[in-house]
């Protein structure tokens, strides 16, 4: 099962190789990874994404603590948080289809952020499934490069 | 105060009470060096980083102290490593203070530049790379604090030769300022509460204790809890001497090379006690079938370790001491609430077990290795520090010196170091100098670390070192006799051939006595124990005597072979599977 974890770390070099190092030496498997600064400068937040069973996900949750840079970890309830990916995309397109591809980006609120005569690069946030039907559609016009960012949540309310 | 760098560093040692630093000079810790030499505290030159470890860390476990040693760049810190790691797996406080380059040649492949800090991230508590002298005073008080409470553990302190020359302003802070870090020390009461009443309500219960009741200095609680609720107690390799084997309500050891007694017993309890331990494999046997009837009350101070293998029923974090004294409180509190079961019936099947089998081996005319271990345990009258290697020397050791106090049973229990008992034993002298310290030790892991014989010649820790020499790594021999059909694959180390032990010891200074029949081995303990220096004893014991009993790898526990009731003749060898660990 896919648990997220929005995980505070004292901002300090390192801190994030020690975390990799601890997943990757007891086997756990991270599906995505977001590490970004907060309202404070010398916390940062990590939001991982792991695919574990409940009684590996506790040992996740009680190894990260171990480590002395760790402040925080919170297990996101998906009912009482909010998640948001990114999405760019480089799609083929030609005269012919390109207003095509604009409205279907219309659809899912993205932008076009940069615009070729064989390609455009565009914008899309959202949660995994939209960007997972995002993908879908454009699919057949060809995506010739693609990069997600990974998970961003904060818990919702208060 | 305005300070160097270096002279810092040594303030900081000084200020956290340390009084003994272990290790070797080279290029970048030269400024580090130039200012301990000004300092009072001891300087032991060790001859090999992986020695300067050892002690550090055998000087911990015998005193309780921090451990702390110092190795240049490059390869003096990879060759820490192996001590690191064993001080990890072992839990035990130790600093380890490496030169770095320059700071602005790091990441150049500078001469003698490795990655310390990356190199030892997986087998440290926390590790630390000094970017700023400024930082010196804060980060030697966190690291310190950071080894010894909690879950204690090693941390390394990485210092690029500039910082050693920059200045610093010296001001310790009344303590650490560590956000991440705040050890759960005192146990939820409704838990223990909760293990209260399981314990009255057991029919059956069995405590196993281990290492962790040794760091939290627990011994006479746990005494007060098994004597005073007339349970039995099995203790890990990590835990010999938290509660006195001469007590008739220990079991011994359990695990692989445990007792029947002990590995029966939790083979059939109802409630496993469990404390300080963290049901490791060599604990558990097959895990599956590992204690299958028991409820678990499982207490540690790291929260990590309970249910990681075994789920726990009733957990409970905190100091392994604080939790016992609240638990013996509350057990006096509610004993007559509730309806104690008749443990009569448990505690003769114990007895019978007890009686029936105990630990034995053949007697012949041959020297044999556990009848050295006897003597040696004999003549000390069982209160000798005792270091181990580790293999087959470190389960006689385990097996037949029965330790009757805490910390003084030194062993490399989860890493398994073989060479880990002489330096431990030197650093372990040297905190103890009044005790007598034994190593009882294997040819083959001694061969690892003699070079440190220089050490404890120059640095006069007179420890005696028994080699139970039998020609052979004598574990692997016996692992190949039992389930390689007897192909002594690079085992066999040519006894007779090369070293002369005894003439080694000689070169070294020391004083090396050779046995070679059971009628000289009392009178050269004794002779060992008299001489002042370093003594090395080589016992030339039967070549392929074997460990027993013994459960193979990965098999349940309760399965044990090798004994007087399951004879290595009976195993239908072609029948065992390759073993899985």
């Keep these: 099962m896919k648990h997220t974890l929005s995980v505070l770390v004292e901002n300090k070099p390192g801190v994030l190789a020690r975390v990799a190092e601890l997943f990757a030496r007891r086997g756990f498997n991270i599906d995505s990874l977001a590490v970004g600064t907060t309202e404070k400068p010398d916390i940062s937040r990590m939001t991982i994404v792991v ?31 909010v998640a948001r990916e990114m999405v760019l995309a480089k799609i083929r397109v030609d005269a012919d289809n390109r207003s095509e591809v604009i409205e279907i980006v219309d659809i899912f609120r993205g932008n076009i952020v940069d615009v070729s005569r064989e390609s455009i690069v565009v914008e899309v946030t959202g949660n995994a499934s939209k960007l997972r039907a995002f993908e879908d559609l454009l699919k057949p016009y060809g995506i010739r490069e693609l990069v997600r960012t990974g998970k961003v949540a904060l818990p919702r309310g208060k | ?64 102290r921090v451990g702390v040693c110092i190795s240049t760049s490059g390869p003096g810190a990879t060759n820490l490593v192996t001590g690191i790691a064993n001080a990890y797996m072992d839990s035990i406080p130790m600093i380890a203070i490496t030169g770095q380059v320059a700071s602005h040649m790091i990441g150049t492949d500078a001469f003698q530049e490795a990655d310390t800090t990356g190199i030892t991230l997986p087998i440290v508590k926390h590790n630390y790379l000094i970017k700023d002298a400024a930082e010196i005073t804060d980060v030697m008080q966190e690291a310190f604090y950071i080894a010894r409470t909690g879950r204690p553990g090693p941390v390394v302190i990485d210092v690029p030769v500039d910082i050693f020359r920059g200045e610093v302003n010296y001001s310790r802070r009344e303590a650490p300022q560590l956000k991440g870090y705040k050890p759960t020390y005192k146990g939820h009461k409704k838990q223990i509460r909760l293990a209260a009443k399981a314990i009255l309500e057991s029919a059956k219960p069995v405590l196993y204790v281990g290492g962790g009741l040794i760091t939290s200095d627990a011994s006479a609680e746990l005494k007060k809890l098994a004597t005073g609720n007339n349970i039995y107690v099995t203790h890990t390799l990590m835990g010999k001497g938290v509660f006195p084997e001469s007590n008739r309500l220990s079991l011994g050891m359990l695990g692989m090379h445990g007792t029947r007694a002990a590995n029966y017993a939790v083979c059939e309890t109802d409630l496993i006690i469990a404390a300080g331990v963290r049901f490791d494999d060599r604990i558990t046997g097959k895990l599956s079938e590992f204690a299958p009837n028991a409820k678990v009350i499982h207490m540690d101070i790291d929260p990590a370790e309970i249910s990681k293998n075994v789920q726990a029923n009733i957990p409970i974090v905190g100091d392994a001491r604080q939790i016992l004294r609240e638990l013996n409180t509350i057990l006096k509190e509610i004993r007559h609430e509730v309806e104690t079961p008749d443990r009569k019936p448990w505690n003769s099947m114990i007895e019978e077990w007890k009686a029936k089998y105990p630990l034995t081996y053949e007697k012949n005319s041959g020297l044999k290795p556990q009848f050295v271990v006897e003597k040696i345990y004999e003549i000390t009258k069982g209160d000798a520090i005792i270091c181990t290697e580790v293999g ?34 030197i650093g372990a002298q040297l905190g103890k100098p009044k005790d007598l310290v034994i190593d009882i030790a294997g040819d083959g892991s001694f061969q690892m670390t003699m070079q440190e014989m220089a050490t404890a010649v120059l640095d006069k820790a007179p420890v005696k070192v028994a080699v139970l020499n039998n020609g052979y ?30 003439a080694l010891a000689e070169a070294f200074g020391a004083k090396g006595i050779l046995v070679t029949d059971p009628e000289m081995v009392e009178p050269a303990i004794k002779e060992a124990i008299d001489t002042d220096c370093p003594v090395l004893i080589d016992f030339h014991v039967e070549e ?23 004879p290595v003749e009976k195993i239908d060898l072609e029948e065992t599977e390759e073993p899985f660990l």
Excluded at chain 1, 66 to 81: F, M, R, T, V
Excluded at chain 2, 51 to 64: I, L, Q, V
Excluded at chain 2, 548 to 564: H, Q, S
Aim: proline share 5%; aromatic share 10%.
């Design chain 1, 51 to 81: 695919d574990v069973e409940e009684h590996s996900l506790e040992q996740v949750r009680k190894q990260l603590h171990k480590l002395i840079n760790i402040i925080e970890i919170i297990d996101l309830d998906p009912d009482a948080s």
């Design chain 2, 1 to 64: 105060m305005k300070l160097s760098g270096a002279k810092a560093l040594v303030k900081s040692l000084e200020d956290e009470g340390v009084e003994i630093v272990f290790g070797i000079p080279g290029g970048v810790v030269l400024p580090f060096f130039d200012a301990l030499y000004d300092s009072k505290m001891r300087k032991v030159l060790t001859r090999h980083e992986q020695g300067a470890a050892h002690m550090a860390d055998g000087y911990a476990r015998a005193t309780g």
């Design chain 2, 392 to 425: 087959q020397n470190q389960m006689w050791a385990a097996q037949y010196y029965k330790m009757e106090k805490p910390r003084r049973f030194i062993t490399s229990g989860g890493l398994g170091t073989m060479g880990f008992g002489f330096p431990a034993a």
């Design chain 2, 473 to 502: 790594l004598g574990m692997v021999r016996q692992w190949q006799q039992l389930f390689y059909g007897r192909k002594y694959s690079s085992s066999c180390l040519r006894r007779g051939e090369s070293p002369d032990l005894v």
């Design chain 2, 544 to 566: 392929e005597e074997n460990v027993y009993p013994m459960v193979a790898p990965g098999a349940p526990l309760y399965d044990m072979i090798g004994d007087m009731l399951y």
